[in-house]
Protein backbone atom coordinates (compact mmCIF):
# COMPACT_ATOMS: atom_id res chain seq x y z
CA UNK A 1 0.00 0.00 0.00
CA UNK A 2 1.47 3.77 -0.92
CA UNK A 3 -0.44 4.93 2.31
CA UNK A 4 -1.58 8.77 2.49
CA UNK A 5 0.52 10.78 -1.15
CA UNK A 6 0.45 13.81 -1.61
CA UNK A 7 1.24 16.14 -4.69
CA UNK A 8 3.27 18.66 -5.16
CA UNK A 9 6.19 18.70 -2.34
CA UNK A 10 6.90 22.19 -2.80
CA UNK A 11 4.52 25.01 -4.82
CA UNK A 12 5.54 28.18 -4.92
CA UNK A 13 2.38 30.63 -5.65
CA UNK A 14 1.88 34.55 -6.08
CA UNK A 15 -0.77 36.61 -4.51
CA UNK A 16 -4.21 36.18 -6.00
CA UNK A 17 -3.02 32.80 -8.27
CA UNK A 18 -5.12 29.56 -7.91
CA UNK A 19 -4.56 25.93 -7.09
CA UNK A 20 -4.63 22.13 -6.14
CA UNK A 21 -3.56 20.27 -3.95
CA UNK A 22 -3.72 16.13 -4.20
CA UNK A 23 -4.25 13.85 -1.99
CA UNK A 24 -5.31 10.44 -2.15
CA UNK A 25 -5.29 7.33 -0.29
CA UNK A 26 -5.59 3.15 -0.71
CA UNK A 27 -6.34 2.27 2.31
CA UNK A 28 -10.31 2.51 1.77
CA UNK A 29 -10.69 4.97 4.57
CA UNK A 30 -14.05 6.74 4.96
CA UNK A 31 -12.48 9.86 6.60
CA UNK A 32 -9.95 12.45 4.87
CA UNK A 33 -9.15 15.50 6.58
CA UNK A 34 -6.41 18.54 5.45
CA UNK A 35 -4.52 20.52 8.24
CA UNK A 36 -2.82 23.01 8.09
CA UNK A 37 0.44 23.55 10.49
CA UNK A 38 1.90 26.52 11.01
CA UNK A 39 5.27 27.13 14.23
CA UNK A 40 3.93 27.52 17.38
CA UNK A 41 0.33 26.44 16.37
CA UNK A 42 0.13 22.52 16.06
CA UNK A 43 -2.10 21.49 13.33
CA UNK A 44 -5.50 23.49 12.53
CA UNK A 45 -8.49 21.52 10.56
CA UNK A 46 -9.02 23.11 7.44
CA UNK A 47 -11.74 20.97 5.49
CA UNK A 48 -12.86 17.20 6.63
CA UNK A 49 -15.48 14.57 4.79
CA UNK A 50 -16.56 11.17 6.09
CA UNK A 51 -17.65 9.53 2.69
CA UNK A 52 -18.00 10.50 -1.11
CA UNK A 53 -19.87 13.93 -1.81
CA UNK A 54 -20.07 14.86 2.10
CA UNK A 55 -17.40 17.59 3.43
CA UNK A 56 -17.52 19.95 5.91
CA UNK A 57 -15.77 22.82 7.39
CA UNK A 58 -12.95 22.24 10.26
CA UNK A 59 -11.44 25.44 12.34
CA UNK A 60 -9.84 27.35 9.40
CA UNK A 61 -11.93 26.88 6.42
CA UNK A 62 -11.71 30.42 4.69
CA UNK A 63 -10.00 30.69 1.29
CA UNK A 64 -10.15 26.84 0.97
CA UNK A 65 -12.28 24.47 -0.89
CA UNK A 66 -13.01 20.73 -1.26
CA UNK A 67 -15.04 18.24 -2.80
CA UNK A 68 -14.89 14.52 -2.61
CA UNK A 69 -16.18 12.54 -5.13
CA UNK A 70 -14.40 8.99 -4.99
CA UNK A 71 -13.31 7.45 -1.97
CA UNK A 72 -9.82 7.50 -2.32
CA UNK A 73 -9.30 11.34 -3.43
CA UNK A 74 -9.64 14.51 -1.88
CA UNK A 75 -8.01 17.86 -3.28
CA UNK A 76 -7.85 21.15 -1.46
CA UNK A 77 -8.25 24.44 -3.51
CA UNK A 78 -7.11 27.82 -2.59
CA UNK A 79 -9.25 30.13 -4.72
CA UNK A 80 -7.09 33.19 -4.60
CA UNK A 81 -4.00 32.29 -2.52
CA UNK A 82 -3.19 34.89 0.35
CA UNK A 83 0.28 35.27 1.82
CA UNK A 84 -1.29 34.11 5.09
CA UNK A 85 -1.82 30.83 3.53
CA UNK A 86 1.53 30.27 3.06
CA UNK A 87 2.49 27.08 5.12
CA UNK A 88 2.31 23.42 5.53
CA UNK A 89 -0.02 21.11 4.52
CA UNK A 90 -1.33 17.82 5.19
CA UNK A 91 -3.70 15.43 4.36
CA UNK A 92 -5.02 12.58 6.35
CA UNK A 93 -7.14 9.79 6.44
CA UNK A 94 -8.74 6.81 8.51
CA UNK A 95 -11.61 4.73 9.23
CA UNK A 96 -15.00 6.48 10.88
CA UNK A 97 -14.90 3.74 13.60
CA UNK A 98 -12.19 2.21 16.07
CA UNK A 99 -9.46 3.71 17.54
CA UNK A 100 -9.84 6.79 15.20
CA UNK A 101 -6.30 6.43 14.29
CA UNK A 102 -5.21 9.06 11.19
CA UNK A 103 -2.39 8.31 8.80
CA UNK A 104 -0.84 11.46 7.33
CA UNK A 105 1.01 12.28 4.31
CA UNK A 106 4.06 13.91 3.52
CA UNK A 107 3.31 17.38 3.46
CA UNK A 108 3.29 19.83 0.85
CA UNK A 109 5.12 23.13 1.65
CA UNK A 110 3.42 26.08 -0.25
CA UNK A 111 5.17 29.91 -0.20
CA UNK A 112 3.26 32.29 -1.23
CA UNK A 113 4.74 35.30 -2.35
CA UNK B 1 -15.69 20.26 23.59
CA UNK B 2 -11.88 18.82 24.26
CA UNK B 3 -8.68 20.72 23.94
CA UNK B 4 -5.21 19.44 24.88
CA UNK B 5 -1.76 21.26 26.45
CA UNK B 6 1.35 20.50 25.97
CA UNK B 7 3.11 22.52 28.96
CA UNK B 8 6.78 22.56 27.53
CA UNK B 9 7.09 23.94 24.06
CA UNK B 10 10.53 22.29 24.30
CA UNK B 11 12.49 20.05 25.89
CA UNK B 12 16.28 19.62 26.60
CA UNK B 13 17.87 15.88 27.63
CA UNK B 14 21.29 13.86 27.02
CA UNK B 15 21.47 11.43 25.33
CA UNK B 16 20.89 8.27 27.98
CA UNK B 17 18.91 10.48 30.61
CA UNK B 18 14.95 10.26 30.89
CA UNK B 19 12.39 11.88 28.49
CA UNK B 20 8.86 13.60 30.04
CA UNK B 21 6.95 15.70 27.87
CA UNK B 22 3.98 16.49 29.34
CA UNK B 23 0.32 16.80 28.06
CA UNK B 24 -2.84 17.68 29.79
CA UNK B 25 -6.30 17.29 28.01
CA UNK B 26 -9.86 18.32 28.14
CA UNK B 27 -12.72 16.49 26.91
CA UNK B 28 -16.49 16.24 27.62
CA UNK B 29 -16.49 12.27 26.38
CA UNK B 30 -14.42 9.54 27.19
CA UNK B 31 -11.13 10.46 25.15
CA UNK B 32 -8.76 8.52 22.83
CA UNK B 33 -5.59 10.02 22.94
CA UNK B 34 -2.54 9.78 20.66
CA UNK B 35 1.05 11.17 20.77
CA UNK B 36 2.51 11.68 17.08
CA UNK B 37 6.37 12.09 16.04
CA UNK B 38 7.12 14.73 13.56
CA UNK B 39 11.00 14.49 12.47
CA UNK B 40 12.29 17.65 10.50
CA UNK B 41 10.47 17.89 7.25
CA UNK B 42 8.82 15.04 7.74
CA UNK B 43 5.16 13.86 7.96
CA UNK B 44 3.48 12.85 11.28
CA UNK B 45 3.96 9.22 12.66
CA UNK B 46 1.82 7.45 15.24
CA UNK B 47 4.13 7.05 18.29
CA UNK B 48 1.09 5.54 20.30
CA UNK B 49 -2.82 5.40 21.33
CA UNK B 50 -4.89 5.14 24.21
CA UNK B 51 -8.40 3.96 23.68
CA UNK B 52 -9.40 2.91 26.81
CA UNK B 53 -7.91 -0.03 26.93
CA UNK B 54 -4.97 -0.23 29.58
CA UNK B 55 -4.29 3.07 31.20
CA UNK B 56 -0.13 2.33 30.53
CA UNK B 57 0.43 2.13 27.17
CA UNK B 58 3.47 1.17 24.88
CA UNK B 59 4.41 2.37 21.87
CA UNK B 60 7.11 2.44 18.72
CA UNK B 61 10.97 3.38 19.59
CA UNK B 62 10.84 2.69 23.72
CA UNK B 63 8.22 5.49 24.14
CA UNK B 64 5.30 4.81 26.38
CA UNK B 65 2.55 6.85 27.76
CA UNK B 66 0.14 6.50 31.18
CA UNK B 67 -3.59 7.93 31.17
CA UNK B 68 -4.21 9.55 34.30
CA UNK B 69 -8.29 10.51 34.30
CA UNK B 70 -8.18 12.07 37.75
CA UNK B 71 -5.00 14.41 36.62
CA UNK B 72 -6.53 14.62 33.18
CA UNK B 73 -2.98 13.62 31.82
CA UNK B 74 -1.49 11.98 29.04
CA UNK B 75 2.25 12.28 29.84
CA UNK B 76 4.76 10.75 27.31
CA UNK B 77 8.09 8.99 28.63
CA UNK B 78 11.01 7.04 27.61
CA UNK B 79 13.60 5.66 30.04
CA UNK B 80 16.81 6.37 27.88
CA UNK B 81 17.20 9.39 25.12
CA UNK B 82 18.88 8.69 21.84
CA UNK B 83 19.83 11.51 19.40
CA UNK B 84 17.28 9.97 16.95
CA UNK B 85 14.36 10.96 19.48
CA UNK B 86 15.13 14.94 18.88
CA UNK B 87 12.16 15.65 16.48
CA UNK B 88 8.99 17.59 17.40
CA UNK B 89 5.84 15.72 19.32
CA UNK B 90 2.37 16.28 19.42
CA UNK B 91 -0.11 15.48 21.59
CA UNK B 92 -3.90 14.76 20.19
CA UNK B 93 -7.29 13.93 21.27
CA UNK B 94 -10.66 12.94 19.64
CA UNK B 95 -13.75 12.71 21.56
CA UNK B 96 -16.20 12.27 18.72
CA UNK B 97 -18.14 10.19 17.43
CA UNK B 98 -15.84 10.49 14.36
CA UNK B 99 -11.99 10.81 14.00
CA UNK B 100 -11.89 14.64 14.46
CA UNK B 101 -8.40 15.39 16.00
CA UNK B 102 -7.37 18.15 18.19
CA UNK B 103 -3.63 18.56 18.19
CA UNK B 104 -1.38 20.51 20.94
CA UNK B 105 0.88 22.95 20.00
CA UNK B 106 4.06 20.92 19.73
CA UNK B 107 6.76 20.01 22.40
CA UNK B 108 10.24 20.22 20.52
CA UNK B 109 13.12 17.37 21.94
CA UNK B 110 16.60 18.17 21.90
CA UNK B 111 19.27 15.44 22.50
CA UNK B 112 22.47 16.46 23.01
CA UNK B 113 25.55 13.69 23.24
Known amino acids: NAGVTQTPKFQVLKTGQSMTLQCAQD?????MSWYRQDPGMGLRLIHYSVGAGITDQGEVPNGYNVSRSTTEDFPLRLLSAAPSQTSVYFCASSYLSGTYEQYFGPGTRLTVT | AQSVTQLDSHVSVSEGTPVLLRCNYS??????LFWYVQHPNKGLQLLLKYTSAATLVKGINGFEAEFKKSETSFHLTKPSAHMSDAAEYFC???????????FGKGTMLLVSP
Open chain 2, 92 to 102: VVSDQGYSTLT
Open chain 1, 27 to 31: MNHEY
Open chain 2, 27 to 32: SSYSPS
